[in-house]
Nanobody, 124 residues
Framework: QVQLVESGGGLVQAGGSLRLSCAAS????????MGWFRQAPGKEREFVAA????????YYADSVKGRFTISRDNAKNTVYLQMNTLKPEDTAVYYC?????????????????WGQGTQVTVSS
């Protein structure tokens, strides 16, 4: 089993940057593909970014492509989401998720473990 704890959320002005971190418990972190999802008030949870087990393959939602970067450090059992040029529409609770597979996915129902979420608020 994997436990995930997100950090790094906060309030930032439009155009600013934030870096989210997700620390995973356990010694088999490299066995999991990792993803970031977000949920804004009144909206469904949506895919943001994903990375495969070794960090080589990454995938992004069109809405964040070119602004967000997902990465992972298997030695530190941590996955990151660097968010640049933030927009008010990026405001949401951001969730880290782990999939019991070496390959990532953009389907939330294919992820097995979820963090508690961290709030990101972008003011205009």
């Amino acid at each position: 089993q994997v436990q995930l704890v997100e950090s790094g959320g906060g309030l930032v002005q439009a155009g600013g940057s934030l870096r989210l971190s997700c620390a995973a418990s356990g010694r088999t972190f490299r066995n999991y593909a990792m993803g970031w999802f977000r949920q804004a008030p009144g909206k469904e949870r949506e895919f943001v970014a994903a990375v495969n087990w070794n960090g080589v393959n990454t995938y992004y939602a069109d809405s964040v492509k070119g602004r967000f970067t997902i990465s992972r450090d298997n030695a530190k059992n941590t996955v990151y989401l660097q968010m640049n040029t933030l927009k008010p529409e990026d405001t949401a609770v951001y969730y880290c998720a782990a999939r019991t597979s070496s390959s990532s996915s953009w389907h939330s129902d294919e992820y097995d473990y979820w963090g508690q979420g961290t709030q990101v608020t972008v003011s205009s």
